[in-house]
């Protein structure tokens, strides 16, 4: 289907599952919060890009209520969620304002990014932040190596990244049926509108290489019983021959100062 027809769907939770972040974005900044701290860092006093945030601004008012100095929302598409940020208020009008029939950021601590991130226009319309943060993002992108880049290029000398990726095919009843197909199959007839770039862990842990000094990466959830039926299915190219990391559903990775 058409991606704004897509976006609508997903905007009003018919038929698409949308991630944490829209469903329950508290949850998703508690998670955010308590993973950072159990290495070592913290969003207090920091300048954070939370990376496809999806039209909503309660993870971007929850993050700043603790601690966060300002936040950048990006997106590559402007669809905002009017009707659910104006419940926000008037718990954080600190951070957001009405403005006739529309809840707008404040800009001293809310900044919108729409468009392409690896375009210099859209970068050179922000400063360095001290930390990337997203949520069933990365396995989205279309140039996971370039959004990377554009990504590690955004973020201060000892800026570090936190993504939680899932691995999975998101017709989750089958999570590995989208590792059966060629790519010509997969990309001409059934991806979905979303886009699901099929990267495998290590694919992941190469691109982090390249742009951090520092690549940490979690497993978060396996599902082997699955794995082992798919397996006699799936293309070679998806095989490592270790079922502990071929079978990898959920992932998180940590990545600490990028490569200047």
């Known amino acids: 289907m058409p991606e704004s027809v897509a976006r609508y769907l997903l905007k009003r939770r018919w038929v698409i599952r949308p991630g944490l972040e829209s469903s329950d974005p508290f949850a998703a900044v508690e998670q955010y919060v308590k993973t950072l701290s159990e290495h070592g860092k913290t969003i207090q006093g920091k300048g954070v890009l939370l990376f496809g945030y999806g039209g909503r601004f309660a993870v971007a008012v929850d993050l700043l209520r603790r601690g966060a100095s ?10 905002l969620d009017h009707e659910r940020n104006a419940q926000l208020l008037p718990d954080y009008e600190m ?10 950021p404040r800009s001293e601590f809310i900044t919108l990014l729409h468009g392409d991130i690896r375009d210099e226009s859209i970068q050179s319309q922000i400063s360095q932040v001290d930390c990337i943060l997203s949520t069933s993002v990365y396995e989205h992108l279309d140039d996971v190596n370039g959004i990377t880049k554009a990504l590690a290029n955004l973020t201060s000398p000892q800026g570090f990244h936190l993504h939680f990726i899932d691995l999975r095919d998101h017709y989750f009843k089958y999570p590995f049926e989208m590792l059966k197909f060629s790519e010509n ?22 691109v ?11 497993v978060i959830s396996r599902e082997e019983e699955a794995f082992r039926v798919a397996q006699p299915n799936i293309r070679p190219e998806f095989l490592t021959g ?4 071929d079978s990898i559903a959920l992932i998180y990775t940590v990545t600490e100062s990028p490569i200047q």
Do not use: G, M
């Open 185 to 206: 199959v997969w990309k001409n007839f059934l991806n979905p509108t979303s886009n699901l770039n099929r990267f495998r862990l290590n694919d992941y842990q190469k």
């Open 242 to 245: 270790d079922v502990s990391v």
């Open 70 to 79: 300002h936040i950048v929302l990006c997106d590559h598409f402007v669809l």
């Open 208 to 218: 982090f290489e390249t742009y951090f000094n520092k690549v940490h990466i979690a």
């Open 95 to 104: 951070y957001l304002k009405q403005n006739q029939d529309e809840v707008q």
